[in-house]
């Protein structure tokens, strides 16, 4: 009974307008800013992770900024995640994940910008932004700014939290940890590490990178050893992306399936449209709204694009095939421990927790930030308890319910999110088009430095005729 009325409030909160309003903005938006995420790819990389600047003494850097928010999308969506996907909407849902990618990189562009335009700083405090602050101050509606904490807190209890755990528990298991000493250990450890942005970062800034390169050097080994099953996974995304025949789904009914899974679990992932990873890139020290949006860009190529891609490929090229009563993390223990044997299964469980541990923290904060503000900063115990009590609720949770409970919280949160979108886009677009001009400014000025002077005294003369 309680779970049938989570899943009819999942379909009302997360149902389909909500998703392809999600999409459509991020295509509206690609447009706008003609395409900048595409246009400027390799300046975006030069701008963030290769800028070559050093890194100040004082406050939060951008790139621990970017390790936070990687924290909280880098989680179990990334190996649970896409194996739910595969399950429900088959290889074609992939597909549809990359689209919502491409177009959710100008989504959390626009969404970082407006944070950093609209955030408020005052001296000896760390900057606050993020769709309830920039609701709030610029579009005076202090009603959206409460639904927007609020679904904040229910989707870092939900999507940050159940989902986390749920997915992480056949991992514990894998090392004989029980379910309930597993929820009890993490429950105690999150109550424990509980803090703000500033102790965030220093626990995501050491953990990413590990588990990244980790992971990234499991599915290296998969793809090796099953290099000759790569052009087959690859071609069966592609091909049933518009044809794909999902749990007996098919035509019309399979496609729409397909897109669906793709693009509403390729939001869960990169978290663009919701507005929380804005929080870790409102919180730095960077003062540059454009530049620091570029972070939000590399995220989405990092976490969606790279991570999502090389897991699918490696479910698909497995070989084990695809069970419709196999639960997401499951699939991927299963699909990994048949071309690695034991410890392949045991190195992605380990990374797995992994995931799980650093998403829970991102989400603690970034929920701790929206209980602030929903409460003025009062009963912060409260919620400190809550979110340790709920990890330990969700090893007994389905999968079913976790993942409609974490839609609904997404949809809770993305309502707001988009209504200030859609308002304020045209701040955005502004700022990236003097961004754009200031660029040219520099490298023109640049190019006229270069430039040889003339001698002294002597005259321009005629331009010499050069031959074709």
């Known amino acids: ?65 970017l390790s936070a928010a990687l924290a909280g999308s880098v989680g179990t969506g990334n190996l649970a995640g896409v194996g739910a996907a595969l399950l429900v909407g088959g290889p074609g849902a992939i597909f549809w994940m990359w689209v919502s990618a491409l177009f959710g990189m100008g989504t959390i562009f626009c969404e970082v910008i407006l944070a950093m ?54 991992a514990a298991g894998t090392f004989s940890l029980p379910p309930v000493d597993f929820g009890l250990l993490l429950g105690t450890v999150l109550f424990l590490g509980f803090g703000g942005l ?15 390169v980790c992971f990234l050097g499991l599915c290296l080994l998969v793809l090796l050893l099953r ?6 996974a690859a071609a069966a995304i592609f091909q049933q992306a518009f044809t794909v025949r999902a749990m007996g789904s098919g035509g019309a009914c399979g496609f ?28 730095s020290r960077e003062e540059d709204p454009v530049r620091q949006g570029c972070w939000g860009i590399v995220q989405v190529m990092i976490d969606t694009l790279l991570m999502c891609t090389v897991t699918a490929l490696c479910l698909l090229a497995s070989g084990i095939g695809m069970k419709t009563e196999t639960e997401g993390a499951a699939y991927c223990l299963h699909a990994f421990a048949s071309v690695l044997g034991p410890w392949g299964e045991k ?31 009062r009963g912060e115990t ?7 009590v709920t990890a330990l609720w969700g090893v007994f949770q389905s999968e079913n319910a976790v993942w409609a409970l974490s839609d609904a919280c997404n949809g809770l949160m993305a309502f707001p999110n988009l209504v200030m979108l859609y308002r304020l886009w045209p701040d955005a677009v502004a700022a990236v088009n003097d961004f754009c001009k200031k660029e040219r400014k520099e490298k023109d000025e640049h190019s006229s430095d270069r430039r040889p002077a003339p001698p002294s005294g002597a005259k321009p003369g005629p331009v010499p005729y050069a031959r074709p």
């Not at 938006?29 to 975006?44: E, L, N, P, Y």
């Not at 290099?227 to 087959?232: L, N």
């Not at 679990?265 to 804005?278: C, D, K, M, Q």
């Open 117 to 170: 335009q609209n955030r408020s700083t005052a001296p000896g405090f760390q900057p606050l932004g993020g769709a309830m602050v920039t609701l709030s101050r610029r579009l005076h509606s202090p009603f959206l700014a409460g639904i927007f904490a609020a679904g904040c807190v229910g989707a870092s209890l939900g999507m940050g939290c159940l989902a986390q755990v749920h997915a992480a528990v056949p």
């Open 198 to 212: 500033g102790r965030t970062v220093k626990i995501t800034e050491k953990l990413v990178p590990v588990m990244t």
């Open 1 to 65: 009974m309680v779970e049938q009325g989570i899943n009819g409030l999942s379909r009302l909160l997360w149902g389909w307008p909500v998703w392809m309003a999600i999409l459509a903005f991020g295509v509206w938006f690609t447009i706008k800013s003609r395409g900048f995420q595409f246009t400027h790819c390799i300046k975006v990389w030069k701008y963030t992770l290769f800028s070559g600047q050093c890194e100040k003494k004082s406050g939060i850097s951008s790139r621990q900024a």
């Open 256 to 283: 729409f399936l397909a897109m669906k899974t793709g693009v509403t679990r390729g939001i869960f992932t990169n978290e663009a449209g919701l507005g929380s990873a804005v929080f870790a890139y409102a919180g």
């Open 382 to 388: 409260v919620y400190r308890c809550l979110f340790a």
């Open 347 to 377: 190195g992605v469980s380990l990374c797995t927790l992994l995931f799980a541990i650093a998403t829970l923290f991102a989400w603690q904060c970034y929920g701790r930030t929206a209980w602030r503000f929903l409460f003025r900063g």
């Open 227 to 232: 290099w000759d099953q790569i052009p087959t």
